[in-house]
């Protein structure tokens, strides 16, 4: 989510995104010497203990958190306060490699330009299904609408 990014960045802290699966952040960690990784989907990868996605070991991680800073869950992650995100999936009947539809690329750069330091667009194809997947997320969910809407115009469009 995009407050990660924010909140990472006010503290020092980088982040690197890689694509979509634990192998590319595993990758990802080893080249860069990162010890903390991980997805949206919980799968948090920490380098000095096991190199998968393990939930367990995540849970205790939070809890020493919890236990060393003498603090509720609540009072940790008080900051947080996530990004609206808005995520739709586009049935292609073939997967045609995005670089090669020139109008759609124009489109996508558009898109992130606008959402250049407060938001992010994500297009890419899922790899298990016939679907190209559009994902905006920026601080406001109608400019998300809005931006989503030209987004599937676009695609529309071109595919």
Same mark, same amino acid.
């Given at each position: 989510?995009?407050?990660?990014?924010?909140?990472?960045?006010?503290?020092?802290?980088?982040?690197?995104?890689?694509?979509?699966?634990?192998?590319?952040?595993?990758?990802?960690?080893?080249?860069?010497? %990162? +010890?903390? =990784?991980?997805?949206? $989907?919980?799968?948090?990868?920490?380098? /000095?203990?096991?190199? *998968?996605?393990?939930? @367990?070991?995540?849970?205790?991680?939070?809890?020493? %958190? +919890?236990? =060393?800073?003498?603090? $509720?869950?609540?009072?940790?992650?008080? /900051?947080?306060?996530? *990004?609206?995100?808005? @995520?739709?999936?586009?049935?292609?009947?073939?997967?045609?490699?995005?670089?090669?539809?020139?109008?759609?690329?124009?489109?996508?750069?558009?898109?992130?330009?606008?959402?250049?330091?407060?938001?992010?667009?994500?297009?890419?194809?899922?790899?298990?299904?016939?679907?190209?997947?559009?994902?905006?997320?920026?601080?406001?969910?109608?400019?998300?609408?809005?931006?989503?809407?030209?987004?599937?115009?676009?695609?529309?469009?071109?595919?």
């Amino acid at each position: 989510n995009y407050s990660l990014e924010r909140i990472l960045s006010d503290e020092g802290i980088a982040l690197t995104r890689v694509a979509v699966g634990d192998r590319y952040i595993f990758e990802e960690m080893q080249k860069s010497g %990162a +010890v903390l =990784g991980g997805e949206p $989907s919980g799968h948090i990868i920490y380098s /000095d203990f096991r190199l *998968s996605g393990d939930g @367990l070991l995540t849970t205790l991680k939070v809890a020493e %958190a +919890v236990a =060393g800073e003498h603090a $509720s869950f609540d009072d940790l992650t008080k /900051d947080w306060t996530p *990004s609206p995100q808005l @995520l739709k999936g586009v049935r292609v009947k073939q997967k045609v490699p995005l670089e090669n539809v020139p109008v759609l690329q124009e489109k996508i750069s558009e898109v992130a330009q606008q959402l250049k330091g407060r938001g992010r667009l994500v297009v890419r194809y899922s790899g298990t299904e016939p679907l190209l997947r559009v994902m905006v997320e920026s601080d406001d969910a109608s400019y998300n609408d809005r931006l989503m809407n030209e987004m599937l115009e676009t695609i529309s469009r071109a595919l």
